[in-house]
């Protein structure tokens, strides 16, 4: 079944496709004069004209399996009806959710609204909701992260906004994947810090990597967060609004000295040219050129730095309970996955093969 109906992007219809089209109907769509593909959300539209939509309408009715379900495209774009209510931040704001936080559920709930539109957020059904949720499995192929913040943004609006009971919403899916962090070496780390030249820049990373900071934590430090005499830095309003302590390395003390010295920040410990606060893609960025130019080949982030603390950390045998508590992990399963990485006990070990003497067979090359 093929449903046309007012999309979000101003101007556009939006052609949903509901099964699949077969080889003909889905080239007629393709070639159709003035449509686009949004990959982002796995769409085609069409400008907003009455008599373009009755041209596609036109083309499709040719094919036997279509069926062709069409809003009303004479009618005004109501641009309004995907718009998250201000009430929505404001009440995650209240509640103290993080800027992270508010930021991509914002985003995830005016998804929602881009799907069930024309209708309003006055209208959302539990129903509308199982159905996007399959839309984002079947359609989408999104990741169980990504579903699992996807209902839990539209959750909060009925739950924290509109006052709703609260509801579990389920539907079956292929098992999750269970991937292993990406860490780095020390050899690695050595090098990437090497390939780091700006001294404002090499300071941020290597207190990163030796604390086990999130990027929002370090971009969200204050000089009266880091205690020198003791050796710690606090953490405060972590993920989940919590408070922490976590390690300084003492290398990195006259490094902070020579660093204040130099960009006397006001606010935050690491701040934008003009005071703001210092760009987490910019630090990613800074990341990517060092490992490239230290033939890093792996994907690194600032969260790989994360990785590379908590792993050299166990490697060095240090207790899993006191990882878990530096990085501010709630669950000791979520710490317990750097067993899964670590090379610890491996220098005693040796591959089967190590133990054969191979000959080498006369007609090989």
Not at 157 to 164: Q, S, T
Not at 177 to 184: D, S, W
């Amino acid at each position: 079944m093929i449903m046309l109906r007012k999309a979000v992007h101003r101007g556009q219809l939006c052609l949903f496709i509901e099964g699949k089209l077969k080889h003909d109907s889905l080239f007629a769509i393709r070639n159709f004069k003035g449509r686009k593909y949004s990959s982002t959300h796995a769409r085609w539209y069409i400008p907003y004209e009455v008599e373009v939509a009755d041209k596609l309408k036109a083309v499709l009715q040719r094919f036997d399996e279509v069926q062709c379900v069409w809003a009303d495209a004479d009618k005004p774009l109501d641009t309004t009806c995907w718009l998250v209510p201000e009430v929505y931040t404001e009440t995650l704001r209240r509640l103290r959710y993080s800027d992270t936080t508010v930021k991509n559920y914002t985003i995830q709930f005016q998804k929602f609204l881009e799907f069930i539109a024309p209708l309003t957020v006055g209208e959302i059904t539990q129903e509308m909701v199982i159905r996007y949720l399959q839309h984002l499995v079947d359609d989408r192929g999104v990741s169980v992260s990504t579903q699992n913040q996807a209902v839990n943004a539209v959750k909060f609006y009925l739950e924290h906004v509109e006052k709703n009971e609260r509801r579990v919403y389920f539907i079956d899916r292929p098992r999750k994947e269970y991937k292993l962090p990406t860490v780095l070496s020390v050899e690695e780390i050595e090098a990437l810090l090497f390939h780091v030249t700006n001294r404002k820049h090499r300071f941020l990373l290597s207190l990163i990597y030796s604390s086990g900071l999130r990027i929002s934590e370090v971009l969200n430090l204050r000089q009266q967060d880091i205690d020198i005499d003791r050796k710690v830095i606090v953490v405060r309003g972590g993920k989940g609004a919590k408070d922490r302590v976590t390690l300084l390395s003492a290398m990195l003390v006259n490094p902070l000295a020579e660093y204040l010295r130099q960009y006397a920040p006001k606010t935050l410990l690491f701040e934008g040219q003009h005071g703001e606060l210092y760009s987490a893609s910019s630090v990613n960025k800074i990341i990517k050129r060092a490992a490239a130019g230290a033939g890093i080949s792996k994907n690194v982030s600032a969260h790989t730095l994360r990785h590379s603390f908590a792993t050299h950390l166990l490697e060095r045998g240090t207790d899993l309970r006191y990882i878990q508590s530096l990085l501010g992990h709630e669950s000791s399963r979520t710490t317990e996955r750097y067993t899964h990485v670590t090379k610890k006990g491996f220098e005693q070990l040796l591959s089967p093969l190590d133990y054969l003497v191979l000959r080498k067979h006369p007609e090989s090359q």
